[in-house]
């Protein structure tokens, strides 16, 4: 009776073993598929966040490479577009053995949830990631109402 | 029965799940000169101090690892913490002491300069 009872124990040992194993496999599998090697989305653009903090919005967005001047940001009403041209770093001198960075130019343009004081919109460029600070319009902030 | 078997195994047991960033292969430009191979690799958001080169046995491994500040309620989110990780195999010749790296604009720049032995040299021929 009790070597049985061994015997499922090891076959259940067996099966966790095997799970294991397959939840590796398909981990690796996800990892490899869900993030691609780039920096870009598919259609060129990069990627960008977007988070909501009561007063105003920042976005972020991965730029790695460009400079400051080489970033172009317009924003109409809630409308804003961001652009940039990424010049070639190619050194003097050198042969190219792999390239996959590329020179890259990018439009790529979001309605914000709401309107935005365009004046107070600021913008700084750290690392490759551009964030921009835009505080809401006054008629758009949240606002605190009092119970009479 | 006094003796109280467990059928299934339990899950705390199981050390091995620990909590993983994703990782991304990041893209790399490479160039070569007659002194030296320059790897260029595009790391947005990853500051100095979380990049670890290491060279070992012929092998180069690139880490990167980006920690985003997040603040306020997210609308949308592309991209999050991430570990950028990439493994190259180097030539013998190069001088591992002098490796040297920069980081600018979130664009990593590695310097590998080829030892003095192998380097190119123009034989001049003597008049016999």
New interface residues.
Partial sequence: MFTRWSDIDRMFGVMDLMRGNFDRLSNEFYRSRGNTSSWVLSDGIPRTNLYDKGDSFAICAEVPGFAKEDLNIRLQGNYLEISGKRKSDLPEGYSIHRSERGTFDFSRSMTLPTEVDSSKVEAALKDGILTLTLPKAEAAKPKLISVN | MS?N?????REDE?M??TH?L????????????DGE??L?T??????KKDININMDNGKLYLSGVRR?E???????????D?EYTRTFSVPQSIDIAKVSAE?T???LKLHLPKSEAAKPRRIEIKSA
């Fill in positions: 003796e078997k467990n059928i299934m195994k199981n091995e799940n993983e994703p990782s991304i292969r990041p893209m790399v430009d490479i160039f070569e000169n191979i320059l260029y595009d790391m947005p958001g990853v500051v985003m997040k603040s306020g309620a997210t609308t949308w989110e592309e991209f999050g991430v980081l604009d979130g664009v």
